[in-house]
């Protein structure tokens, strides 16, 4: 399961939200095996949009993902610093990457 989240965060709560981000993403790598990767970026000329591209084994481990304690504590977490947030379900068309990578 391939999933696009595009968020607008306060711009004076940044650096927490980034904080947050990556404490929620770390465990859920860590601690859910249906979680596979998260890719995060800034857009270079406003980095208060963020965009993740997250991979799921399959739409049970993302189901499973929003119920986690992890995933929970991210939310209220960051609830007052989120300004926009869009979820994008797509579809696999191909991938490439080096072996190494």
Do not use: C, W
């Amino acid at each position: 399961m391939y999933r696009i989240a595009k968020i607008k965060v306060d711009i004076n709560q940044l650096d927490k939200y980034k904080v947050a981000l990556k404490e929620q993403m770390d465990a859920a790598i860590k601690l859910e095996p249906g979680v596979l990767s998260y890719t995060v970026v800034a857009d270079k000329k406003d980095t208060t949009s963020i965009t993740i591209f997250e991979v799921y084994e399959n739409q049970e481990a993302y189901q499973s993902h929003i119920i986690a304690p992890h995933f929970k504590k991210y939310k209220e977490t960051v609830k007052e610093m989120v300004l926009a947030l869009e979820l994008i379900d797509t579809d696999l068309i191909v991938r490439a990457k080096k072996a190494d990578y």
